[in-house]
């Protein structure tokens, strides 16, 4: 016995796909060839074996760039002697692969507790008895019975199904429940899923009726399955931030070279001891690799991570943070995601004497009216809007209970609107002879109902276009009357009118004939904005992100909602519909999405059509998803971000981000935080790499020149504890700036070093090695010798230039005055803690043995704060002087973050 494929199931009819599968409809499987098949086919899970163990986990982590780096440079240390550097360098390797593993294992943790791969029970006949299961229990063959609210537990041939529809449209992409039938399907619509509707599918959605079905495919073999294991064979991009991090790793490495060639070529040329010379080459080399930049991107994407999970997002990755901070497009479901999901009908329309009506608050289940002119309408008063309701409460299968809706959204929110108006649900009343679901080709659906005493009629609703051509006449209260071509563009006139006005228009018809029917009105639901949202889409527009809408809606109304959004503007904006992308070869339509900001009447396999034009585009993008269909778009985007409350399981698998609750103004938060975490790290590698060039040129200098060192072994070891240690570290947690979002995203080609960030680390560099060998100098040609007191000043001096650096590197462009000198306390505890350290170096007595200084005069330390915060004053001077218009928009061109 093998398992059969849905395609194949589907074309089968019932007998044979039991005898095929050797399933009794009545009995169902023995015990004895459950246990069988278990044995054959597997657990219905999604194995774990999968899973990479821990170790492998953790060594993954050494695979960065800069990490091998600096394990080379470990290596390096060991083998000439520094054993200092050699445990420094060590230390920060393992802390920052610790901290990396631990805060993604973590998010994984967090996750596995939001998703469920496969429904936990489901109802299956076993043995002649319905029996209460764990869905992984389940095999090919199992008869299992599902009703309204269940979820699929593995793709089924339906042998029964009563009033049967189930929500696909995570799976299929289609925006409507489909209606389940048992007749076999050999007309080639098999060959889609959304024509298979004699298949239920693992992990859709049961919105109304009640059947049975044998299990076909189970597991990773069934469609949910084979969605799920292309996207696991679709690789990760890598993030910006990782694709600068090993861009870095790359220069540093070639610069460390060329420091070793240049102090050795030198040294040759002077004559110098060959070892010496190399020795002071690779300790040179190794200083000049900021083996606590690992650290400080680590933690302050770590602090992100965990500041952003207490904004309801999951950050599965940690570049992924960094990463929304460069986006330059965000890609959005509207449903959901930009909208409450909370569908309502607000306006009627009946073309009877032109009457409008409003649905007073709609949100609200059990109060609220209808409203025509202003005085409250009932069905004695407005018959017209009274067979509009029986009409929509006979073409309707969700169901209200218990103050839910179970069924389709728009369904329910039509039987809302109808208890407001004083009627009741009269489908009870009458008998449903047949019914034609809906499907996105025929755009309607209709069913034949007979009442107590009257002739059966077609009740039909649907989209204007689809339902106005079958009616000849529209409603009146004393007989139907004709429609003429006045009447239909007025009608149409009013469905566009509703429509631009951001509301899903639906048209309703009913009579004795098809093509003959009469047209009872139209009513308009919406789906009101989620609060903030449109505060966050502009804020997203001013820092340079163009958010873009994906709906299935028409144009109109896509447009409208855009419009009150804020992100579509009709005289420079374009929309595109899905079967114009259809159309489009790659190349017109990255040329094409430039202006593009909705895009509608899409499908989920349009999501990535849309990502590759974009990235072809030379745009980072960020895409939402929640469905199965999803899944491949999310893999594909720079940043992928699943729902967490809508999403499945397999979206949530794939995404970088997980949103808990569905919200659009979480994925602005997150961008704010991408950036601050960007411009936190380009601060720190500003002081680290001039506090690095300072060391470095200072001792090259003094070699290359011949000069006595004015610095010894144990002193340069302290300057490089503060270059990477709490003074670095603190300016990884400077607060978010609230100006951060004004600056454009940051050109993810653009190099960690730029040529801005050179000139600020080389004009920096210059003068803390002019002061600090000016102190040198100054304190040397005193008396011709070199004593503790000349080192301990000219430590002091270029230890004091190191926090005053540090100070103004707190921000690129702003003051200190304006960010305020105590925004930042661990930068302030670290800075305070190194200045308590150094003058524990200088009156310390077992101190000033291990560093070779003395005592100095409270006069000698006024002379080294007042030459030392030069470095300061003159970098807060260069601010204030940026701040005129012109000099603000080059600036924020430039540190783009």
Request: negative net charge.
């Amino acid at each position: 016995m093998q398992e059969l494929s849905s395609e194949g199931a589907s074309q089968l009819p019932v007998d044979e796909v039991l005898h095929a599968l050797k399933g009794h409809p009545d009995q169902g499987l023995s015990e004895q060839e459950v246990a069988r098949r278990t044995h054959m086919f597997g657990p219905n899970e999604f194995g774990e074996e999968e899973q990479e163990p821990l170790w492998r986990k953790y060594l993954e982590q050494f695979k960065e760039p800069l990490i091998l780096l600096l394990l080379g440079s470990a290596a390096v240390s060991i083998l000439m002697g520094q054993y200092d550097d050699a445990v420094s360098i060590t230390l920060a390797i393992v802390i920052v692969v610790t901290v990396a593993f631990v805060q993604e294992y973590r998010s994984e943790k967090s996750l596995e507790e939001l998703t469920k791969l496969i429904p936990p029970r489901c109802h299956v006949l076993r043995g002649g008895h319905v029996h209460d299961i764990l869905a992984r229990d389940l095999v090919p063959g199992d008869i299992v019975a599902f009703s309204i609210g269940d979820r699929i537990p593995a793709d089924l041939r339906l042998i029964e199904a009563v009033d049967v529809e189930i929500d696909e449209s995570s799976l299929t992409g289609e925006s409507e429940p489909s209606t389940k039938h048992t007749k076999a399907i050999a007309d080639g619509s098999q060959r889609q899923l959304a024509g298979r509707h004699n298949m239920a599918f693992l992990g859709t959605l049961v919105r109304a009726g009640r059947g049975r079905g044998v299990v076909t495919t189970t597991a990773e073999k069934s469609e949910f399955g084979l969605i799920f294991r292309m996207m696991k064979e679709v690789e990760d991009p890598r993030t910006p931030l990782q694709h600068r991090m090993d861009q870095l790793g790359k220069q540093l490495s070639v610069f460390s070279f060329a420091v070793i060639g240049v102090i050795l070529l030198v040294g040759l040329l002077q004559g110098r001891d060959l070892v010496k010379m190399f020795a002071i080459a690779v300790s040179l080399a190794v200083a000049a690799i900021p083996e606590g930049l690992p650290i400080v991107v680590t933690v302050t994407l770590a602090l992100g991570v965990m500041r952003m999970s207490k904004k309801n997002a999951i950050v599965r990755k940690l570049p992924a943070v960094e990463a929304l901070g460069s986006a330059t497009v965000v890609c959005t479901d509207k449903t959901g995601t930009l909208t409450e999901n909370n569908l309502t009908i607000t306006q009627l329309y009946v073309h009877h004497n032109e009457t409008f009506a409003e649905v007073t608050r709609p949100s609200y289940i059990n109060s609220g009216c209808v409203v025509v002119r202003g005085a409250v309408a009932d069905p004695v008063s407005h018959p017209a809007i009274a067979r509009l309701f029986t009409t929509g409460s006979l073409c309707n299968n969700a169901i209200v209970r218990d103050g839910k809706i179970l069924g389709n959204p728009l369904e329910g929110a039509l039987l809302l609107a109808m208890h407001k108006f004083g009627l009741d649900d009269v489908r009870d009343k009458h008998t449903r002879l047949s019914e034609q679901p809906f499907s996105s080709a025929a755009k309607v659906m209709s069913v034949v109902c007979a009442g107590p005493a009257a002739t059966p009629l077609i009740h039909l609703k649907g989209m204007l276009e689809a339902v106005l051509p079958q009616c000849s006449t529209f409603f009146a209260p004393d007989k139907p009357t004709p429609l003429t071509d006045k009447d239909r563009a007025d009608i149409a006139a009013v469905a566009t009118k509703m429509a631009r006005t951001g509301l899903r228009v639906l048209a309703l018809a009913c009579g004795q004939e098809a093509g003959q029917l009469s047209f009872l009105g139209l009513v308009g639901a919406i789906d009101p904005p989620r609060a903030g949202v449109c505060d966050s889409i502009a804020a997203l527009q001013q820092a340079g992100v163009m958010v873009v809408m994906i709906t299935g809606d028409m144009m109109e109304t896509a447009e409208a909602i855009g419009e009150s959004l804020g992100l579509f503007d009709r005289r420079v904006h374009r929309s595109l519909d899905g079967s114009t992308l259809d159309t489009m070869s790659p190349a017109a339509l990255a040329a094409a999405v430039h202006t593009v900001r909705i895009f509608y009447r899409t499908a989920p396999k349009h999501k990535l059509d849309i990502i590759r034009a974009f990235k072809a585009a030379g745009h980072i993008v960020a895409m939402t998803g929640d469905g199965v269909n999803d899944a491949l778009a999310l893999k594909q985007a720079d940043i992928g971000v699943a729902m967490g409350r809508s999403g499945t399981d397999v979206a949530k698998e794939a995404s970088d981000m997980v949103l808990v609750d569905d919200n659009f103004n979480t994925i602005m938060s997150a961008i704010e935080e991408g950036k601050s975490i960007a411009h936190n790290i380009r601060n720190f590698l500003r002081f680290q790499l001039s506090t690095s060039v300072a060391a470095l040129t200072l001792i090259t200098i003094s070699t290359v020149a011949g000069f006595p060192a004015p610095l010894n072994a144990m002193q340069i070891l302290w300057i490089n504890i503060l270059m990477d240690g709490p003074p670095a570290q603190s300016l990884g947690v400077e607060p978010v700036d609230p100006d951060v979002m004004l600056v454009p995203p940051r050109n993810a080609k653009e190099s960690m070093i730029t040529k801005h960030l050179i000139s600020c680390v080389v004009a920096t560099a210059s003068l803390i090695v002019a002061g600090t060998l000016y102190v040198f100098w100054r304190e040397t040609t005193a008396d011709g010798l070199i004593t503790a007191r000349d080192t301990t000043m000219t430590f002091t001096t270029f230890v004091c230039f190191d926090m005053f650096n540090a100070l103004s590197c707190r921000s690129q462009t702003k003051s200190i005055f304006t960010i305020g000198l105590t925004s930042n306390r661990a930068f302030l505890w670290a800075v305070g803690g190194s200045l308590l350290g150094q003058l524990g170096v200088i009156y310390f007595p077992p101190l000033q043995r291990v560093f070779q200084t003395e005592a100095l005069a409270l006069t000698d330390l006024v002379f080294i704060l007042l030459l030392t915060s030069s470095v300061f004053i003159l970098d807060e001077t260069r601010k204030f002087l940026s701040r005129n218009p012109r000099a603000i928009a080059s600036s924020r061109h430039t540190e783009a973050v």
